[in-house]
């Protein structure tokens, strides 16, 4: 008790009295920029963004989606959150995921050259070629509003940064679609993971986030994953996490 007066003597100390609502406040959204302050500072709805051509209404209930893919291991908990109820958790939404493997390749789609990009969003534009189903699967969330899915970190191919595609839909009420868009990775984790042995050499050139049309024009700084290494080695695995803030009372503005 002694030692947290001395630290609050001195915090005011040192910023002065009049600024310490400021500097709690600010320091609580450095720290993360999900926490949710009384004033609902950070309740709005995540930024919608294209489903992309690779998408398949599977119904794959599962937490585990790796299937025989290698990669460095990637451990994803969502919360789900509505903004129109103060963003309070949402039980027994379905949130379903998808990404590329190590190589780019998406299942469905194994035997599409992602060195070379695909001219086309819409969703069913690009014919499948296969019925593969590596790392893609859906969770209900619980009464916290959770999900966790076990998978690897993507891989990456020509036109894209590296991201991953999800979907919250209304599954056990209407099957409407109530945000559809995608997660991306800071570039300094990026850089780190393509080293490993996991991730071959490629004939193209990675795209940075910056240098994405999608994370540029559709807010892709706000659906950046909080993430982390397991261990001093890479190779041991990630833990990323996120809140995803939706809005009931709206269906998805990209899916259709």
């Known amino acids: 008790m002694k030692s947290r007066r001395i630290l609050l003597k001195y915090i005011i100390t040192a910023i002065g009295f009049s600024s310490i609502s400021s500097y709690i406040k600010n320091s609580y959204a450095f720290l993360n920029k999900n926490y949710i302050l009384g004033d609902n500072l950070f309740c709005k709805k995540t930024p919608e963004q294209i489903p992309g051509p690779y998408y398949r209404n599977l119904t794959l209930v599962r937490r585990h989606i790796i299937d025989s893919q290698e990669g460095i291991p990637l451990l994803i908990k969502f919360r789900v959150v509505d903004v129109l109820k103060n963003c309070e958790p949402v039980e027994n939404l379905c949130v ?91 570039e300094d984790m990026n850089i780190e993971v393509y080293k490993s042995k996991y991730y071959p050499s490629r004939e193209i050139n990675r795209i940075n986030n910056m240098e994405d049309d999608y994370y540029k024009n559709m807010n892709g700084r706000k659906l950046v994953l909080n993430i982390k290494k397991l261990s001093n080695d890479i190779n041991d695995g990630l833990f990323g996490e996120m809140t995803i803030y939706i809005n009931s009372n709206e269906k998805s503005l990209t899916y259709n």
């Open 96 to 186: 379903n995921i998808w990404h590329c493997n190590s190589e780019g390749h998406y299942s469905g789609w194994d035997f599409i050259n992602p060195n070379l990009e695909v001219m086309s969003d819409d969703i069913g534009s690009v014919p499948r070629t296969d019925e593969k189903n590596f790392l893609r699967g859906s969770q209900l969330t619980d009464s916290s509003g959770f999900v966790r899915f076990t998978t690897i970190y993507p891989g990456f191919y020509a036109g894209r940064a590296t991201h991953i595609h999800f979907t919250i839909t209304e599954c056990l009420e209407k099957k409407e679609e109530v945000l559809v868009s995608q997660l991306y990775f800071p």
